[in-house]
């Protein structure tokens, strides 16, 4: 039986009271969110873990072996851990907890996921391998190990392993891993789609494992809210594998997380309290069809065209994998003298104009000539855009309907009920009886508040205000001719 202690008041002391003394040794605090943590030193080097972790756990069950010679009971342990987790929201101090990539002031923190728990420290100047960093990582279970990085190598080392279309899907798939290589709240999504052939499975773990390698890197698309929060809170990477679909609900989701997006839910079903999970995460999306067509997700999309492989150029897995580990060290340090290039000229990079993803845009801009001449991603980055924009029309038939309504009227204004009426006999009767067409003037309403911002881009624009005796809505639709002058579409 443990040995016992007196404390201050001279009481004898409860293993309960052992135990929370002993974990005081771990410094506990809390995260921005309220999650509690402790720094455990572990073989020379320090290991965060929650409190309500199994890995924290043992370790004050061997402590406390260590300091009594025997095991705490069961009965003693779950009271204690509840103490020092009250302990450490209320007197400790708060720390933001990272996962992969971390920021404080103006250097960023890459956790190279090894035993010693090293990581790289990246500031304007220089990037470095450092033991112990000023910012805490917590590690979720599937997390692999980066690879030391080595100076000297190349970007075009990497466009080996890339089976892109042409030199700007090669910028856009590097310009993303730029993005992924920054602390931020805001993620471009990367969509990988084509026929089969174009290895997109490969080419998505590819990109993965140079930034955040994981024993499943590439997963099925959850079907739940919740699971996708908890996949984004365990890693830094979403990487979701064969899309074939994408509910609204679904799609809505993944633009909070690539965007910095919350999900709450009760603590326990039978507990009021509510435990707020906060993400953002750079995605990637692969499929055999671009399904990325609701504009909010679209917009943050960029998608660089893969090229099928012949099967004479075909090779072993192992063996891809093989040249590409070899090759890995100097790849990723090349992408660090990017960053630390970028984080330097930030300061002075400007944008000649603000497209959605200004800050990714930014971001990207500021770290391109380490890699390539000035204006290389901004030009390939535009013809992406306007892929995408196409793409997201197409996909949709009420924006090809306002199209063609726009291409052989020159004025329309009238309520939605007769715009329903006037877009109907732009399709044909296929199109009218689909799920895909809107019903009623409120379901058409939902969809040109969707629609807008894509068609707007093509010089297409939807307006609504209320007027008439009635105060009923109207809408108006003009387009932008050639000398950039309205033209108003009226009915």
Known sequence: MAKKAGDNSGHPQTQADQLVELAQEAEPFHSPDGTTFADLAVNGHRDTQRVQSKDFEGWLILRFREAYGSIPNSTALQPAL?????????DGPEWKVHTRIGGLRDKLYLDLGDKTWRDVEIDSN???VIDEPPVRFRRAAGMQALPTPEPGGSIETLRHFLNVRDDNDCVLAVAWILAALRNTETYPVLALFGEQGSVKSTFSAVLRALIDPNAAPLRALPREDRDLFIAANNGHVLAFDNLSGLPAGIADTLCQIATGGGSSARHLYTDLDEVIVHVACPMILNGIEDIVTRAGLADREIFPKL????EKRRRPGKDLWAEFDAARPKILGTLLDAVSHGLKQ?????????????????WVTACETALWPDGTFDAAYAGNRDEFIDSVIEADPVSLAI???TSTRTEWTGTATELLDALGQEVNEKVRNSKSWPTSAQALGNRLTQAASSLRKTGIHITRDRRGHAGGRFIEISRTNAD??????KG
């Open 82 to 90: 509840k103490a020092v987790e009250a302990l450490a929201k209320r």
């Open 126 to 128: 220089v990037w470095r």
């Open 307 to 310: 090229e099928a492989i012949p």
């Open 346 to 362: 930030l300061p002075n990079t400007k944008l000649n104009s603000l497209p959605r993803m200004a800050d990714f845009a930014r």
């Open 403 to 405: 199209r063609s309504l």
């Open 484 to 489: 950039n002058e309205n033209v108003c579409l």
